[in-house]
């Protein structure tokens, strides 16, 4: 088993910046890829940023590229997301997740292990 808390998160104009952190504990001697998904109100969780075991690879979806970086620190079990240029549409629970499968993964069933979430609102 895998734990995963998520921090980071509150309110920011548009335009501004955070940094999510997302902290691993339990079973990480296995190899995980990250992930950070994002579940608007009323709206389905989304992919938002992939990061591989060794933190060489990342990806991220469309809507996120060249704003937010995804990097991971191993030896201390935590995960990142520095979001820059935040919008009004960035709002909405984040969420940290954990997954065995190699390869990229958007999927949300492709994860294993969640954190509880991170409230990120961005005003106008």
């Known amino acids: 088993q895998v734990q995963l808390v998520e921090s980071g998160g509150g309110l920011v104009q548009a335009g501004g910046s955070l940094r999510l952190s997302c902290v691993a504990s339990?079973?990480?001697?296995?190899?995980?890829?990250m992930g950070w998904f994002r579940q608007a109100p009323g709206k389905e969780r989304e992919f938002v940023a992939r990061i591989s075991r060794s933190g060489g690879n990342t990806y991220y979806a469309d809507s996120v590229k060249g704003r937010f970086t995804i990097t991971r620190d191993n030896a201390k079990n935590t995960v990142y997301l520095q979001m820059n240029n935040l919008k009004p549409e960035d709002t909405a629970v984040y969420y940290c997740?954990?997954?065995?499968?190699?390869?990229?993964?958007?999927?949300?069933?492709?994860?294993?292990?969640w954190g509880q979430g991170t409230q990120v609102t961005v005003s106008s």
């Open positions: 997740a954990a997954t065995i499968k190699i390869n990229v993964r958007t999927q949300v069933n492709d994860y294993n292990y």
């Open positions: 339990g079973r990480t001697d296995s190899n995980y890829a």
